[in-house]
């Protein structure tokens, strides 16, 4: 449904208040938590949906979608291909975070070799490349407000040691620090688990927390995702300790499935309690499917995430 065509909040406040039916600002327990919550209430940490995945309530139109997630008390937003968008949809959905106060949280920063070597190699026209496509993911950036880009290095070069590919990388994320820094940008480094995908070279946050400290650079820092870390090293809570200095975004997603928190094996209430309370401010983006079709779906989604918010 397109949002001009929506009721304003106090009409169906105050419908809701004569008639007594649920609507979107409809009061529900929160699953698994014993307390009552206002299914429009802001979630108490900055949880990012991204785009399609309410398409079912909202259309396809990425502003309605932007809109919806505000409604429902959604507080920021990521989009892993927004940097392929035209540039007048990236500044209307830059208005529409604005408005409703969506911060925006990750896209991805340049093209990702999924199964040839590229920044692992030390090639002089792979680094440069990489390099114009952090120079031009800051124009991006700066359009919809970003402040954190993915970047994941590659696949590995089964000629070169490791510690050779390391100093490689290291030296890649060095100049393309020097081009964010001026701007407050970030790089997030996302280790990716070796069973979903096999044979790259950043697999795990110590791997990762060894690159950061060896760059030096607030413009370089790590992308926990709890799913793939789940798979590949386990252990969330102490090894989010052991990272924290370098860790500026997380991503979500449960193990096995890949889907909303609730579904799989990590106790996600307890992980987010531990975040919140070494005083995380920041955007946790929500990369996983939906567990259940439609639109029943999409509520089920969204109340996992009352569920799991720590409040």
Known sequence: MN???FLSRSSV?????VSGIAGFASVRPAVGSGRLVRSDEPFSMRFAPHTGMFAQHAGNDPVDQLHFMADRGFSAF???GMKGRPVAEQERMAAAMSARGLRMGVFVAHTIYWSEPSLTTGKADAREAFLKEIAESVDVARRVNATWMTVVPGYVDLRLDMGY???NVVDALKRAADLLEPHGLVIVLEPLNRRDHPGLFLSGVPQAYAICKAVDSPSVKILDDLYHQQITEGNLIPNIDAAWDEIAYFQIGDNPGRREPTTGEINYLNVFRHIKAKGFTGV???????????REGEQALIDAYRSVDPG
């Not at 406040?13 to 208040?17: E, S, Y």
């Not at 983006?285 to 567990?291: A, P, R």
Request: aromatic residues 0%; proline residues 4%; neutral net charge.
């Open 3 to 5: 949002r001009r065509s």
């Open 165 to 167: 590919q390391t100093a």
């Open 13 to 17: 406040a105050a419908a809701a208040a």
């Open 284 to 294: 946790l983006g929500m990369e996983h499917g939906n567990s259940k079709p439609g």
């Open 78 to 80: 990521e989009d892993n």
